[in-house]
């Protein structure tokens, strides 16, 4: 979906056409004064306090429908530029304009505004020629918005719009709109009940619910079991730190204003922790490490908190609290490259499990010439930023390089994916770190008997096990995989009176397998509760009926398939197991 602020026609288009939306609302409500109606990526929008007035869904329609009459009269767009004192006399009746330009820095002596016949709206521009040129825009929806984000100030009324040069950039972004809510994991997730949320627990703190529970959890078995195959060490590690741990991690001085505030119990003074890295240079800590031990690989699923902003919270994808997919790799210099590449094909073979094609890497390195911005030592980055070229070059992986922007301590990894809806999300990443270890004082003997600071690489290959679930469920639009479906089998007895206890029976068996089974034993009509199945997404409905209790078969139908098929019923539980084991 095209980002409106970054294409400069459209972010011009969508200014302008938030003017008309404001002086076809003037028309309409002659009493409203207008806050702001700045362009976003979506598009554009207003907030317009009303009085007394509510906006409504037909609402939208009357005000397009002046919109489109106002650019039909072709009126020119004026630009004027006047002085702080004059505009102060112009807009003395709207207090919210007052508030603009009593906020501006004394020394801007010009304030520029806009005028189209008898709106005129401060503005710094640029604006299109003409209003004749908004022709194609559609009015998407309203909501509330306290004035300067406050909730203590007035709510206002915020009207989003957008707007396009033809009527097929329209249509076909309207489209996409109609995609990426019919995908929504907000709205797939309250419907398949994975997760909710509720504001007594605070926004950005889901509840995972029975079936996400299930979907969490076989994440978390499917990448733990990668992890121990490839010698990780897994542990758990409390969600609070001191303060104190946080200043020797330096994350107090440059993290903290992402972190939630500090609390005080007894002598100490405590913290949420908004990353596992600090706990886990204090386990590799914990005792003397021989080079021979390394790499030495820490793994742990870990609930972090971090701060976010009310509004910038959503479903499962941008959270306060949530369960990192993490590790902490202690390596020597020597290892880097090799312990590099093994991370980086677990990325790619969990990107292969999911059928994720649709993804780049970017290699984010430092600015040689920046002395201060980036540890001190010439060596330990050109061999670093070489071993991974040599790694994604000898992979195959494509990549861009980011010079700058690697984090102080060393140059880092992110995958980002370009999911179904939306723009680009980072899932993976790998930093590497020299400054840490030092920071916690960590060694390793080598071996020549001396001591030595390990390297270590950050990597997470989910990111959070929350963002990754948002991002398969508008993927797969809610129809997840066998192995990942929280009910696989639906049991479906066609008369529940005759065939429901042969039904549960059959139920028992299943579960026995470890096979996740629903029985649909309501006293409904047998099309009813297949279609029902179908609407819930269930993988594979199975139907009892007289001759499948007779031969001792299972007659099934697979989600979004017209023909039932038949199987022994042994053939049948081993067919299904096949899928499950093979993640299919």
Not at 80 to 87: N, T
Not at 100 to 120: A, H, N
Not at 257 to 263: D, Y
Not at 274 to 301: A, Q, T, V, W
Request: aromatic content about 10%; some cysteine.
């Amino acid at each position: 979906m095209i980002n409106i602020k970054e294409d400069e026609r459209l972010s011009v288009l969508n200014h302008s056409c938030a003017h008309l939306l404001a002086q076809a609302v003037k028309h309409l409500y002659p009493s409203a004064k207008f806050w702001v109606g700045p362009v976003i990526e979506e598009g554009f929008y207003y907030d317009i306090d009303l009085g007394d007035e509510v906006i409504k869904d037909e609402d939208l329609e009357k005000i397009e429908k002046e919109m489109k009459k106002i650019a039909k009269d072709g009126k020119r767009i004026i630009r004027e530029e006047i002085s702080k004192e004059e505009a102060l006399a112009r807009f003395k009746d709207d207090p919210y304009k007052i508030d603009l330009i009593s906020r501006m820095d004394e020394k801007q002596t010009v304030i520029s505004c806009y005028s189209q016949g008898d709106f005129t709206d401060l503005c710094r521009g640029p604006h299109v020629e003409s209003v004749k040129e908004l022709k194609y825009f559609k009015l998407l929806k309203f909501s509330g918005a306290y004035f300067k984000g406050d909730s203590k100030n007035k709510m206002l009324q915020r009207i989003y719009g957008i707007c396009f040069d033809n009527e097929e950039d329209l249509k076909n972004h309207l489209q996409e709109l109609e995609e990426a809510a019919m995908r929504d994991h907000r709205k797939i997730g309250k419907e398949q009940e994975i997760f909710m949320t509720h504001d007594l627990v605070g926004k950005g703190m889901p509840l995972w619910l029975p079936n996400g529970a299930i979907i969490r959890k076989q994440l978390e078995n499917y990448i733990y079991e990668k992890e121990k195959k490839l010698g990780y060490l897994h542990v758990y590690t409390p969600c609070v730190g001191t303060v104190d741990l946080y200043k020797t991690s330096g994350h107090w001085d440059h993290y903290q204003e992402n972190m939630f505030p500090s609390m005080k119990v007894d002598d100490e003074e405590f913290v949420l922790r908004p990353m596992n890295c600090p706990h886990h240079m204090l386990i590799y800590g914990n005792k003397i490490h021989s080079y021979r031990d390394l790499p030495i690989r820490i793994g742990e699923f870990a609930t972090d908190f971090r701060y976010e902003a009310s509004g910038a919270v959503k479903g499962l994808e941008r959270v306060r609290c949530m369960c990192q997919n993490d590790a902490h790799l202690f390596v020597t210099k020597e290892q880097i490259g090799d312990e590099f590449k093994k991370v980086v094909s677990l990325i790619l073979d969990v990107y292969k499990d999911f059928g994720i094609k649709n993804y780049k890497f970017r290699l984010s390195l430092r600015d040689p010439s920046d002395k201060e911005k980036y540890f001190d030592d010439d060596e330990m980055w050109n061999n670093a930023e070489n071993k991974l070229r040599a790694v994604l070059n000898d992979l195959g992986c494509s990549y861009h390089e980011a010079i700058g922007e690697a984090a102080f301590y060393g140059p880092k990894l992110d995958v980002e994916v370009k999911p179904a809806v939306g723009p680009e999300v980072t899932l993976s990443t790998c930093q590497l770190d020299f400054l840490l270890p030092r920071r916690f004082d960590l060694s390793y003997i080598d071996s020549n008997g001396e001591k030595q600071v390990p390297v270590v690489l950050h990597r997470a290959i989910f990111g959070t096990f929350d963002r990754f679930t948002a991002f398969i469920i508008e993927e797969l639009k809610g129809v997840f995989p066998l192995w990942l479906a929280p009910t696989q089998l639906n049991v479906i007895p066609v008369n529940p009176l005759v065939h429901g206890e042969y039904a549960s029976k059959l139920k028992e068996e299943l579960q026995n397998f470890d096979i996740r089974v629903n029985l649909d034993d309501r006293n409904e009509k047998l099309s009813y509760r297949m279609r029902e199945a179908q609407i819930s997404k269930i993988p594979y409905s199975i139907i009892i009926g007289d001759k499948e209790i007779e031969e001792d078969t299972i007659s099934y139908r697979r989600y979004k398939e017209p023909n039932t098929h038949t199987l022994p019923k042994a053939e049948f539980i081993k067919f299904i197991l096949d899928k499950i084991e093979n993640k299919e």
